[in-house]
């Protein structure tokens, strides 16, 4: 089992910056892949951001490339992900998940991952 706990959500102004963390503990891999992932009210779930644990590759959803950038700190076994140049339509609760062995090609998919946290508000005003 792995437990994920996200924090650092919160309201914000248009063009601000936020930073979610995401702290795993239990059984951990050296390679799993964790990912955030949000959901709108009303809308599907949609993939923000992956990271590898092994190596750091990192990927990024379209809407979000550019200013957002996930990154790791093993030694905490702690995900990040910094948001810049935030905008309204980025409101959302903010979800970190965690898995292994999810192919380069699936990573972007929710039904992939079985570990999830509990989720935190962003809020975004214009």
């Known amino acids: 089992q792995v437990q994920l706990v996200e924090s650092g959500g919160g309201l914000v102004q248009a063009g601000g910056s936020l930073r979610l963390s995401c702290a795993a503990s239990?059984?951990?891999?050296?390679?799993?892949?964790m990912a955030w992932f949000r959901q709108a009210p009303g809308k599907e779930r949609e993939f923000v951001a992956a990271i590898r644990w092994r190596g750091g590759n990192s990927y990024y959803g379209d809407s979000v490339k550019g200013r957002f950038t996930i990154s790791r700190d093993n030694a905490k076994n702690t995900v990040y992900l910094q948001m810049n140049s935030l905008k309204p339509e980025d409101t959302a609760v903010y979800y970190c998940?965690?898995?292994?062995?999810?192919?380069?090609?699936?990573?972007?998919?929710?039904?992939?991952?079985?570990?999830w946290g509990q989720g935190t508000q962003v809020t975004v005003s214009s």
């Open positions: 239990g059984r951990t891999f050296s390679t799993v892949t």
């Open positions: 998940a965690a898995d292994v062995g999810i192919p380069l090609g699936t990573m972007s998919m929710a039904a992939k991952y079985d570990y």
